[in-house]
Structures are given as C-alpha cells and as structure tokens.
C-alpha cells in the first residue's frame, strides 16, 4: 500500500545546528510531497511541497528535494532555531482522484538554546 | 478572521455518551476533511466532503457519523464513546484540485473516561 515512514524522534539539537529529518515513501505512481509542521496546541501549517521529481520545495529556511530514485523527500534546514521546535509530519498525496493525504508519524524537533 | 475553526477546543466525556465537534471554514473552500490524532501523534483521514457529498470514507466505525449543512460546514457525530475515540481530531479544508493546499484547524482534543 502508499505510505511514509519518517525517522523516530526526539531530534535534539542546539541552536544553529543543521537538521536533517529523514522521509521515504512507498507508492504507485508518482505522488506529490509535503512537509508540515505542527507547533505545540495547534493545527498543522503547510510547510513545504513538491508535485513532481527532482522538485525542491523551500519555505522559511527548510528545504526538502523530490527524490525519484530513492523515494525520498528528506527536510533539512542549516541553522535551526529555538522557534523551530515542533513536530514535522511528512506526507504524500496523489495527482488525481481525490485529495487524501496520507501522513507519516511525525518527528519531535526539540532546539535548545 | 479565522480560517478553520472548531469547536470545542477540549471536550471531555463518559464512556457510552454521544457528543459532537463542528467546523466552519471561511477560505471559500469546497472541500472538508476530517483527520484523528492519535496519542502518538499518527495522522489518519476519516472523511472527506465535496460540495456536501461524501467522497472519503475510510474504515471507520459506524459510530462516527459526518454530516455537512452546506459547503463551509463539516460536523462530526460520534455516538456511545469508547476510550479508544479520545484523541484529536483535526477539521481541514480545501479547493478540490491536485494543486490546492489543505487548511487546518487547531484540533479538538477529545478524552472517554
């Protein structure tokens, strides 16, 4: 079946350290990708996309790339900040029919000052 | 000027009792979606309206009933609560479109003593 598998959290990093949050994905076809992110009480808030391959979405300093050949769409960001502590969620979605993202497990960055 | 909004923001109840969560969206969407989180943050959709119809149904219990008044509308019935329901659940909304991103709201937080 489609599905996402994210790395297990807690990530642990210091302020300006360089992150990487780990995402593949499993699918037929060829899926659009998303980063969200949740912060402590409250919704989920699109982060980034990229709807084909080699794709690079990037948003307030996060960048992740549509990797085909690894079925991948890695996060990464060069200098983390104390506000980036959140939870990521990393998730796929198909081109046609209806609209149902499907989410990985969530990553809990936690950056300390 | 909220996008998504729901109510409540926490609910707590009894086993076997019957409650209700509602969404409004004011974005002009057509499309509403409702998502359960699980204590250990697992996103999961349940269901999905387009212009009031039904277009997702995952496997979800009878118990939990959708029903959407018209477009910017999307409530969720549950009857006879179990322990296993309490979690947060996530109202999203959307234009029906491959490009189109979805908004969601803050969660109600759902406990079943």
């Known amino acids: 079946g489609n599905s996402v598998t994210q790395m297990e959290g807690p990530v642990t990093l210091s302020e300006e350290a360089f992150l990487t949050i780990n995402c593949t994905y499993t699918?037929?076809?060829?899926?659009?990708l998303f980063w969200y992110v949740q912060y402590p009480g409250e919704g989920l808030q699109l982060l980034l996309k990229?709807?084909?391959?080699?794709d690079k979405g990037s948003n307030k300093g996060f960048e992740a790339t549509y990797r085909k050949e690894t079925t991948s769409f890695h996060l990464e960001k060069g200098s983390v900040q104390v506000s980036d502590s959140a939870v990521y969620f990393c998730?796929?979605?198909?081109?046609?029919?209806?609209?149902?993202?499907?989410f990985g497990t969530g990553t809990r960055l936690l950056v300390s000052p | 000027d909220t996008a998504v909004s729901q109510t409540p923001k926490y609910l707590v109840t009894q086993m076997g009792n019957d409650k209700s969560i509602k969404c409004e969206q004011n974005?002009?969407?057509?499309?509403m979606y409702w998502y359960k989180q699980d204590s250990k943050k697992f996103l999961k959709i349940m269901f999905s309206?387009?212009?009031?119809?039904?277009?997702i149904n995952e496997t979800v219990p009878n118990r939990f009933s959708p029903k959407s008044p018209d477009k910017a509308h999307l409530n969720l019935h549950i009857n006879s609560l179990e322990l296993g329901d309490s979690a947060v659940y996530f109202c999203?909304?959307?234009?029906?479109?491959?490009?189109?991103?979805?908004?969601f709201g803050p969660g109600t937080r759902l406990t079943v003593t």
């Open positions: 990229a709807t084909k391959a080699d």
């Open positions: 309206y387009n212009n009031k119809e039904l277009i």
């Open positions: 999203a909304s959307s234009l029906l479109g491959t490009d189109y991103e979805q908004y």
């Open positions: 974005l002009g969407h057509d499309t």
């Open positions: 998730a796929l979605k198909w081109n046609t029919g209806f609209q149902k993202l499907v």
């Open positions: 699918a037929t076809g060829y899926p659009s």
